[in-house]
């Protein structure tokens, strides 16, 4: 069943050809030209995820995201906006947003940010989960080790706690961001550098198994490719 984006978006031109993009990828989505709309389609239909243009006439993005938080706080939402004002961003993740995303934008980017949100929802409930076994791979988070082929390896907590997030995260997009809040407490240049750092650890220690890679998406993130599952 397809998931139900609610897609809230002033600019009816740049609105019907998202909402074609997403459509053809798997989407059922509903287009709302204004926040009152929006607000009318979130209250009458059931949605996976919301993506608010900030600045829209009647009602803009920032009060219909307060509105839908009061009805559903578990709802994600994504803005796009057309400003890069460090208090608008800020704003928006006050108010509970999962993505910023300032115009122009690349729709894959967006795509595989959509993806990664409902794919985070839907880890949630799997996060308990100590042991995978993956290609020709077999990860114990409990205990710190991972087997690849015939050789086995101690993980440092960091290297663990990021193979368990991309095994959770298996052929779909894992944001940096998620990793950075998740695993290192903050976001900034020096643990990014730390968490490229790690990623290269893993990658190194991964090499015996052809089936499975760890690869760069549009440096916003990376996916666990498992080609023999």
């Not at 947003?97 to 980017?109: C, G, N, R, S, V």
């Not at 595989?112 to 949630?124: P, V």
Request: proline residues 3%; contains cysteine.
């Amino acid at each position: 069943m397809s998931n139900r984006i609610l897609l809230v978006e002033d600019d009816q031109s740049f609105g019907a050809v998202l909402k074609d993009y997403l459509s053809i990828n798997d989407f059922e989505v509903t287009l709302a030209t204004d926040g009152e709309m929006g607000l009318k389609e979130f209250t009458e239909n059931e949605f996976d995820i919301c993506i608010f243009d900030v600045m829209m006439p009647k009602k803009d993005g920032f009060s219909l995201a307060e509105d839908v938080k009061k009805i559903d706080k578990n709802t994600p939402i994504i803005f796009l906006t057309a400003r890069n004002m460090r208090e608008d961003i800020l704003k928006g993740y006050q108010l509970g947003a999962d993505d910023y995303i300032t115009k122009p934008f690349d729709t894959e980017l967006l795509l595989y940010k959509i993806k990664a949100i409902l794919q985070r929802s839907a880890t949630l409930e799997d996060e308990g989960q100590e042991q995978f076994k993956i290609s020709n791979i077999y990860f114990d988070s409990m205990l710190r080790q991972l087997k690849v082929g015939d050789e086995e390896y101690k993980l440092s907590p960091k290297e663990n706690e990021l193979l368990k997030l991309l095994c959770l995260h298996r052929n779909d997009f894992m944001p940096r961001d998620l990793a950075l809040r998740k695993i290192w407490k903050k976001e900034n240049y020096f643990t990014a550098r730390s968490m490229d750092v790690y990623i290269a650890k893993l990658r190194k220690l991964l090499k015996g198994d052809p089936g499975m890679e760890i690869i760069n998406v549009h440096g916003e993130g990376f996916r666990l490719l498992v080609k023999n599952q």
